[in-house]
């Protein structure tokens, strides 16, 4: 993508980085439109963004995912890991989010930043939100473990989401640097918070 940006500065360069960020995924939900209903290329369903959140606001993208919204694509976007609740709320907000990856930090008031709000009441209205939108979380338990070696597997929040009814996949993130499986990672979550049957179910079923 290197040469792609570089057009895009050299023909845009009085624009700030935000905003050559923004048009580039613009084009990119326009090429993936093009490629879906003229090129007939069916299999493309949906778009997603991932990477570093501190210091990328997902509310860059939101143009591009407003675009993608009426093209009816699904969305998927990589929040609250490496930042806290308020990547979340960017995500389901701006970014029309269906699915979020990690999701780690969405109780996390301690996190929140913004100074014209009650950073608990903050937590509770986005935590009620993504329940009733049946917004998923994408969990990767063993990648969490490996990225914050501080973590013990009991006092990750996937417990606390199930309590609260968020809907929740159990992943693995990446299966190569994270030495795991769909099974083994559903292992872990079934064993460490006792989950019934029917919770096992769910995850499953949510996960496909």
């Not at 606001?57 to 694509?73: C, G, M």
């Not at 930043?113 to 994408?138: C, F, H, P, Q």
Request: aromatic share 8%; charged share 25%; with cysteine.
């Amino acid at each position: 993508m290197s040469r792609f940006y570089d057009g895009l500065y050299a023909l845009h360069p009085d624009e700030s980085a935000d905003e050559i960020t923004s048009m580039a995924s613009v084009i990119l939900v326009q090429a993936v439109q093009k490629s879906r209903d003229q090129d007939k290329i069916e299999s493309i369903c949906g778009v997603d963004i991932a990477g570093a959140e501190r210091g990328n606001e997902a509310a860059v993208h939101e143009k591009a995912f407003d675009l993608a919204h009426r093209y009816f694509f699904h969305k998927t976007v990589h929040a609250g890991e490496g930042f806290g609740p308020e990547s979340i709320g960017q995500a389901v907000k701006y970014l029309h989010a269906e699915r979020i990856g990690h999701g780690f930090h969405l109780f996390n008031a301690d996190l929140v930043t913004k100074g014209t709000e009650d950073a608990s009441e903050y937590v509770k209205r986005l935590v009620n939100w993504v329940s009733d939108l049946r917004i998923t979380m994408e969990v990767c338990l063993t990648s969490n473990l490996n990225t914050m070696p501080k973590l013990k597997i009991e006092d990750h929040p996937f417990g606390k989401m199930i309590r609260n009814r968020i809907s929740v996949t159990i992943n693995t993130d990446n299966r190569l640097i994270s030495n795991t499986n769909t099974v083994e990672e559903l292992k872990k979550a079934a064993y460490t918070f006792d989950l019934n049957p029917k919770e096992l179910r769910e995850l499953v079923i949510t996960d496909r």
